[in-house]
């Protein structure tokens, strides 16, 4: 077996998964960021059940005048 041709294999291989990490990391971060904001819009909307709960006067009606 041809020692360079082995040697150009592993390093192709290397790289490649260098590669696939690298995107897998990416999208991990990604992920993560969509999960933050998943969860700022779950606690703002439990704030405005909370405040809907406390005074549910408002907000029900609308005056308007033609």
Known sequence: MDIALL???LSQGK???QASMSVMKKSLDQEEQGAEGL???I???EVGA???AA???LGGN???KL
Do not use: N
Request: zero cysteines; a neutral charge.
């Open 43 to 45: 606690a703002s909307a």
């Open 7 to 9: 040697s150009l294999a």
């Open 62 to 64: 609308i005056d308007l």
């Open 39 to 41: 969860t700022k819009m």
């Open 15 to 17: 790289v490649q998964h």
């Open 55 to 57: 005074q549910p006067h």
């Open 50 to 52: 909370l405040q809907m």
